[in-house]
């Protein structure tokens, strides 16, 4: 994210006072003909708002609401600031998961995107061939001793 948001182009309709993209006429004459200030319009917009950020923007915002470590809520909070642009969804599907598509200029969110999907579908990271890619997530168990220890010792 540090290195930018993936943007793509987003279809919209929209009537506006000035002429932008396509001029929708034939909607125009039949639904408001009277109107002649304002057009009907169909347009692409260069938008980050596209499903792939939606995704994590939903990821963001739970990890958030369930950490505790101040550490992980800097960097989440960071994270939900810069995905600010993007629509807040409420609930993520599995349907819609499976329909982004990883193109070469956001081929790089794939592992990113994986992790997302962990947390959404509440899985965990399974090790199999195949076309499925997973990646490691490991501990050093030395440290994660001591620091239980720690912990123990003090309370």
Do not use: C
């Amino acid at each position: 994210m540090q290195r930018g948001m993936a943007h793509s182009y987003i279809q919209k309709e929209d009537t506006l006072p000035v002429m932008r993209g396509r001029w929708r006429i034939e909607y125009q004459l039949i639904h408001h003909p009277h109107t002649k200030h304002l057009f009907d319009l169909r347009y692409n917009e260069f938008s980050p708002d596209i499903l792939l950020n939606q995704i994590f923007r939903f990821t963001v915002d739970n990890l958030l609401f369930h950490t505790q470590d101040p550490g992980n809520r800097r960097l989440l909070s960071d994270l939900q600031d810069w995905l600010t642009p993007v629509l807040k969804k409420g609930q993520i599907s599995s349907q819609e998961l499976d329909q982004v598509v990883f193109t070469r200029l956001i081929e790089r969110y794939h592992p990113a995107f994986n992790i997302a999907r962990m947390f959404i579908e509440h899985s965990t990271p399974m090790l199999s061939s195949g076309k499925t890619t997973s990646f490691a997530f490991v501990f050093d168990m030395n440290v994660l001793f001591e620091q239980f220890i720690a912990q123990f010792i003090k309370r």
